[in-house]
């Protein structure tokens, strides 16, 4: 069966430090991977998707990047963490536009 | 362009009444539909989509929305809530070209069941 992967579950970062969230996806190849951001009261936000190794698309500008070193990883960065960044961000995965799944997500506090 | 209306931040129920989510979409060619249940500091689960096949959409755990053209909308219904219904509730439309998923949620909709 296919699952995603997504850790650390939560983390606490000062402001200016680095950022490096993962996600894994298993039981599937060539899926199309995305990062979403959720703000406190607000809907999800397409950050990056993906539709293959090196292949990244940015929807926002931000001061996130993303990277897709492998088929089936996708993780997400940052150099200097801004207090905005803090919010809840989950990976995604779907093959050709199926129904999309979400990993269990990690929650971000910059401080 | 894509975009979806929850008309409802914030809806209150007793348990064992009928719930109503209401979403309306907008959409330049046929959409994807999709509501999401996300628990408490908890990632998304899907409850029910629709991809351009029977109107009406049966879900996970009772849960079941019509799509209707003529209105533009695709409210989310179940007989009678539970209180494990409790939960943030996401109408989502599907973008993009057609080998990627690309989302747009509503705002979300915080469904409280009272006993």
């Known amino acids: 069966s296919q699952t995603i992967h997504q850790w650390p579950a939560t983390l606490v970062q000062p402001v200016g430090s680095p950022l490096s969230l993962e996600c894994t996806v298993e039981?599937?190849?060539?899926?199309?991977l995305y990062w979403y951001r959720q703000a406190a009261g607000r809907g999800l936000q397409l950050l990056f998707y993906?539709?293959?190794?090196?292949?990244i698309s940015s929807e926002v500008p931000q001061n996130l990047s993303a990277s897709r070193p492998q088929d089936r990883q996708f993780i997400l960065s940052s150099k200097k963490l801004l207090l905005s960044d803090s919010g809840f961000y989950l990976c995604?995965?779907?093959?050709?536009?199926?129904?999309?799944?979400f990993g269990e997500g990690s929650w971000l506090t910059v401080v | 362009a894509q975009s979806v209306t929850q008309l409802d931040s914030h809806v209150s129920v007793s348990e064992g009444t009928p719930v109503l989510l209401r979403c309306n979409y907008s959409s330049s060619y046929s959409p994807s539909l999709f509501w999401y249940v996300q628990h408490p500091n908890k990632g998304l689960q899907l409850l029910l989509k629709y991809t351009s096949a029977a109107t009406l959409v049966k879900g996970i755990n009772g849960f079941e929305a019509e799509f209707k053209k003529s209105e533009t909308s695709f409210h989310l219904t179940k007989p009678s809530a539970h209180m494990s219904d409790a939960a943030e509730y996401f109408c989502v439309v599907s973008s993009g070209s057609s080998n990627t998923g690309k989302l747009i949620f509503g705002q979300g909709t915080t469904l409280q069941v009272k006993p």
């Open positions: 039981g599937t190849s060539n899926p199309n």
């Open positions: 993906s539709v293959g190794i090196g292949q």
């Open positions: 995604a995965f779907d093959r050709e536009g199926d129904t999309i799944y």
